[in-house]
C-alpha cells in the first residue's frame, strides 16, 4: 500500500536523509482506497505502466516518464493502477540533523508543506539521468554493513539525487528563483551522457570529449558540484547497472560482465568486490535468499 511505502519508519544511516526504493508489479486494491497524510516529502517517478491517484482536489494520472512530488502533509488517495507499475519512490527524513546544510539547501524547494503535488512528464533525457540517479543511491544501499567507502558513496549519491532534481524542477518551472551555475550545468550534461553510455563506457576521456572539455577540467567542475571526480562517478554508475543486471537471474555473471564491457568474468568480479565486498556470484546468492524469505 502506498501508504505503508511513504509513511513507514526510515532505517537509513543518520546523516543521509534520503532513500530510493524501486517498487515493481504494484497493485492498487479495491480496500486501499482511502486518504493518507503524507508524513514527509516524497517523490515518485514511473518508470512502466500506469498509476491513479488523487491529491487533494486533483486526479494525477502517471504514466511512463512521469514525476510527481508529493508535499509534507499532502492528502492522496490511491484510485487505480494498470499493467502492473513499475517505479522509483524517493522519501526524505523529516529530521533536519539527518541531512547535512548544504543537502537542505539544495532541497529547500521540497519543503513546502501543504502545497498540492507537482505532477511532471520529463523528456526522455531527463527520465534517464533521473533513473540513474536512483539506482546509484539504490545500489549504495544494498550493503547491509557498508564499509566507509560504501558509506561515502550513499552520501555522494544523494547529493548527486537532490541535485538532479533541483535541475529539473528549475527547469520545468522557470519562474523559480534557483541558479544554476556554469559548474553545475556541466554536471548535469555530464549526468545525461552518462545515463545513456554508462554500460558501454567507462573513462572519463569519452565524456569529456562529448562535451568539448579535457578530462582535468571535468573532473573539476563535476567534483566542485557533487563532492566527487567524474571517474568515480562513473565507477558508481557502472556499478548501479551491475546490480540491476545482477538483480536479473535472465543474465549470466558472463553476460553481464561482457554487457558492461569488462575484458573477462574475472576483471568484473574484482571490480565488483572491491565496492560492494562480496563477489558477483555471492551477492545473486544473497538475492536469490532474500526472495526465498519473503
Known amino acids: ?37 503524507v508524513s514527509n516529502s516524497a ?5 512502466s505502466g500506469r498509476l491513479k491517484i488523487q491529491t487533494k482536489e486533483a486526479v494525477q494520472d502517471l504514466f511512463a516518464h512521469d514525476l ?20 522509483y519512490l524517493i522519501r526524505f ?5 539527518r541531512i547535512s546544510i548544504p543537502l537542505q539547501e539544495m532541497a529547500s524547494f521540497l519543503n513546502l508543506s501543504g502545497q498540492e503535488a507537482i505532477k511532471i512528464s520529463l523528456e526522455e533525457s531527463d527520465y534517464l539521468v533521473l533513473s540513474l540517479v536512483c539506482r546509484l543511491l539504490y545500489a549504495a544501499a544494498k550493503n547491509e554493513r557498508p564499509s566507509d567507502f560504501e558509506m561515502e558513496l550513499r552520501r ?16 520545468y518551472f522557470t519562474a523559480t528563483e534557483l541558479h544554476i551555475s556554469k559548474a553545475e550545468k556541466l554536471a548535469g550534461q555530464f549526468l545525461t ?25 571535468l573532473n ?3 567534483k566542485e558540484v ?15 547497472e551491475a546490480v540491476n543486471l545482477l538483480d536479473d537471474f535472465n543474465y549470466t555473471i558472463a553476460e553481464i560482465a561482457d554487457e558492461l564491457e569488462f575484458s573477462s568474468s574475472s576483471s568484473f568480479s574484482i571490480f565488483f568486490k572491491k565496492a560492494m565486498s562480496c563477489t558477483p556470484s555471492e551477492y545473486r546468492s544473497k538475492t536469490a535468499q532474500r526472495f526465498k524469505n519473503r
Open 68 to 87: 510527481l512530488i508529493l508535499y509534507k502533509k499532502s492528502n492522496v488517495v490511491e484510485l487505480d493502477s494498470q499493467d502492473m507499475p513499475q517505479f
Open 43 to 47: 517523490v515518485i517517478l514511473i518508470k
Open 93 to 97: 527524513s523529516s529530521e533536519k540533523d
Open 226 to 240: 557533487t563532492g566527487k571526480t567524474a571517474k568515480k562517478i562513473i565507477t558508481e554508475a557502472v556499478l548501479a
Open 156 to 171: 555522494i549519491s544523494s547529493n548527486l539525487l537532490i541535485f538532479e532534481l533541483k535541475l529539473i524542477y528549475t527547469k
Open 193 to 217: 551522457i552518462l545515463s545513456i553510455h554508462c554500460r558501454k563506457h567507462h573513462s572519463v576521456k569519452f565524456y569529456a570529449g562529448v562535451l568539448y572539455v579535457n578530462s582535468e577540467y
Open 220 to 222: 573539476r567542475m563535476v
Open 1 to 37: 500500500m502506498l501508504k505503508d511505502l511513504i509513511n513507514s519508519e526510515m532505517n537509513e544511516p543518520p546523516f543521509m536523509g534520503v532513500m530510493v526504493y524501486i517498487i515493481k508489479k504494484y497493485i492498487v486494491k479495491s480496500s486501499q482506497k482511502e486518504s493518507f497524510i
